[in-house]
């Protein structure tokens, strides 16, 4: 925020109470999001950190007027949003550019659409290209630009309606990590200068550096549903050092609030357990078996020997938070990990793992498979129960619809599948959508 910006200046945009839930195949309900409250001041820029399926994205699309909430009211300037506001405008992560139009003619998309004389259009739009520094490019094809150019186009397009908010989803993310850390540094040049036509920033990031680098406030998210467990003020001056040991502690707290059980929220298992309990109805996020090993690898070796700063193995292997989280959590399902303070620490089977040859490896995986994730022990006794010792995949699909969504079974039993070979507790034959003991231990 800048400095000379007042703090109690009325909100451009407020979110209360805002619910929004789809209806499933089967009729039940799914929630995304469950009683949002948010303010956006001017001279802010605001961050929504959270995993996949926290309903970021949603939220976004609500307060652009694109999908409105089932419940609650998103105001923008004191008005209900129940449609797109002329004074929002929104960029993408997936550059969202029309193949057929040159640059120029992609940033006077939103123009047009508001009836602009053909004059001011081209005036405003060659302004805009020149602002995000692809002047002399005007007549070039997306198909001839780069990644970073293609969504400086993005940006230009969605500032030339001199909107008083623009919403960012993800914008940084499909781009490699020099071109993105060039496209942030210079967006906030530009918005510390007053360069930039819009009064306030709504920021979607899975990149917890990135929402510490860019943002005045984060506002954490939880997941299944999203709800606004915590926020965080950031008041370090720009611009901001990644190696400024009050940066380094803002992003320790962001991975001790994102790592916390939420506040208010029962964790299902045993009482006082360290580890998370669960059930054959726990969804699980699809985390290779080379990954858990790769990761369970690096905390046992020096510097940390068992135990590390979660973001320090982010930072050192290059990992955001739906790569991390996933990972460090199934470690910690598996009993290999406990996860508690935005630190992680291997339990006497996580160091036995990493000194213990493949086989050696194998074997006590499987122990844990089969002792710590229901649904493996489900489906292992259904085989060993058989005659046939096989059984079909939707046999077992058909239990999970019971418990969560059709793409979140789908993905639980990708786990399973992936997790099960490697253990060689199971074998899966994919042409037949058949679990068998072919390769049983």
């Known amino acids: 925020m800048n400095a000379a910006t007042p703090l109690n200046l009325a909100p451009l945009l407020d979110v209360q109470g805002v619910n929004k839930s789809f209806r ?4 039940d309900e799914l929630v995304v999001l469950e009683n949002v409250n948010l303010t956006l001041r001017p001279g802010e820029i605001v961050g929504l950190l959270g995993r996949s399926g926290s309903g970021k994205s949603t939220l976004l699309r609500s307060i652009a007027g694109l999908d409105p909430p089932t419940g609650g009211v998103v105001s923008y300037l004191g008005h209900p949003v129940l449609a797109p506001a002329a004074g929002i405008a929104m960029v993408f992560q997936s550059f969202a550019l029309f193949p057929w139009l040159t640059v120029l003619e992609n940033v006077q998309v939103g123009l047009e659409a508001l009836g602009t004389p053909e004059a001011e259009m081209r005036a405003r739009a060659i302004k805009a290209i020149d602002l995000i520094g692809l002047d002399g490019f005007e007549s070039a094809y997306p198909r001839e630009l780069s990644g970073g150019m293609r969504q400086r186009v993005g940006f230009a397009r969605a500032l030339v309606v001199h909107p008083n908010i623009l919403l960012m989803d993800e ?3 499909a781009l490699d990590i020099l071109t993105a850390e060039t496209l942030r540094t210079d967006f906030l040049e530009l918005w510390g200068e007053g360069q930039l036509p819009i009064k306030a920033v709504l920021l979607v990031t899975h990149n917890i550096e990135e929402a510490v680098q860019m943002c005045d406030r984060l506002l954490i998210f939880s997941t299944h549903p999203g709800r606004v467990v915590s926020e965080i003020p950031i008041d370090l001056p720009h611009p901001r050092h990644t190696q400024d040991p009050r940066f380094r502690a803002l992003i320790d707290r962001v991975y001790v609030e994102m790592t916390a059980r939420p506040r208010g929220e029962a964790r299902p298992g045993v009482k006082g ?4 309990g669960t059930g054959i109805g726990t969804v699980l996020n699809h985390v290779s078996s080379t990954i858990l090993t790769g990761l369970i690898e690096t905390v046992n070796e020096p510097p940390y020997l068992g135990k590390a700063d979660l973001p320090a193995i982010a930072e050192e292997q290059h990992l955001e938070v739906d790569d991390l989280f996933p990972a460090a959590e199934a470690l910690q399902l598996l009993r290999f990990a406990e996860v508690e303070g935005g630190d992680m620490r291997l339990t006497e089977a996580g160091s ?23 649904l493996a022990a489900h489906i292992r006794r259904v085989l060993d129960e058989r005659a046939s010792h096989t059984a079909p995949k939707s046999r077992f699909f058909d239990e999970l619809e019971d418990y969560m969504a059709e793409d979140a079974a789908e993905q639980t039993l990708r786990t399973i599948i992936s997790w099960g070979r490697y253990a060689e507790v199971f074998a899966y034959d994919d ?7 072919e390769n049983p231990v």
């Open 352 to 374: 036995q793992f990493a000194r213990g040859d493949i086989d050696e490896r194998k074997k006590l995986f499987a122990r844990h498979l089969i002792t710590y994730v229901p």
């Open 431 to 437: 042409n037949r959508q058949a679990f068998s003991l």
């Open 171 to 173: 914008p940084f993310s």
């Open 273 to 276: 357990e360290r580890f998370p």
């Open 24 to 27: 499933k195949p089967d009729g």
